[in-house]
């Protein structure tokens, strides 16, 4: 699968022009060695999207000890609250059965560099390609749109508004939607369907219809899980 993923990452921007991506191994004694090696300069960024450039090179994609981490700078205050906003969604949802797929949350690792001035980053185990990938590739999601609407209502029923709840912040992997960056994801506890308010309902539609067609997305919405039009 690794192998299938890099493939695909060859046929992206980078690749047209002239940049080979591969996925280079850091041989430290620790992982925070590993990732302060990665960020000493340009070797680890990514270069394989066919959608994201990281301008800023905030991410950095390697290898140690046999597994692949994908790695993002950040500041102490949104680090803190990704990992916990993660966790609360990993109680609450992972393992969950939404038709045919189960739930994956990822809730990262922070780890701090210390040196003249702190830095911080959040670290999770690289899962593949986002499914933005699928827009490019021009390969079908596994994912159904019934599924993707039942995901939704199960975010909703357990209070859970996760506006980034888009391609870009999911990874499928045979049965398992993982889903990523939770950070401005707020938590009710109960079941709440006005959560779906016009912003986070806008966002939806704007990017899930690059898989799903439009209108059926906002009929789902209607009448599956009973979201008002505005």
């Known amino acids: ?29 620790t992982l925070t060695d590993a990732i302060a090696k990665a960020y000493s300069g340009n070797e680890y960024c990514v270069y394989g999207s066919h959608w994201f450039i990281d301008v800023k090179s905030k991410f950095k994609l390697f290898r140690f000890n046999d597994i692949v981490y994908l790695v993002k700078e950040t500041n102490n205050k949104k680090a803190d609250l990704e990992v916990a906003n993660s966790q609360k969604a990993y109680d609450a949802l992972n393992g969950k059965i939404v038709g045919t797929k189960t739930i994956g949350i990822v809730v990262p690792k922070k780890i701090t560099l210390s040196s003249d001035k702190e830095r911080y980053f959040l670290v999770t185990e690289y899962l593949g390609s986002d499914m933005n990938e699928n827009v490019y590739a021009d390969t079908a999601p596994l994912i159904s749109l019934r599924d993707c609407l039942s995901i939704v209502m199960l975010l909703l029923e357990n209070g859970i508004a996760h506006r980034g709840y888009l391609p870009r912040n999911i990874v499928e992997e045979k049965n398992t939607i993982f889903l990523f960056d939770w950070e401005d994801a707020s938590f009710t506890g109960s079941p709440v369907i006005d959560m779906f308010e016009h912003l986070w309902r806008t966002n939806f539609l704007l990017n899930w219809s690059y898989l799903f067609d439009y209108n059926d997305l906002d009929e789902g919405l209607r009448k599956f899980i009973g979201v008002k039009s505005p």
């Open 1 to 29: 699968e690794l192998m299938y993923i890099i493939h695909s990452m060859k046929d992206s921007f980078w690749s047209a022009v002239g940049i080979t991506f591969n996925i280079k191994s850091i041989k430290t004694e």
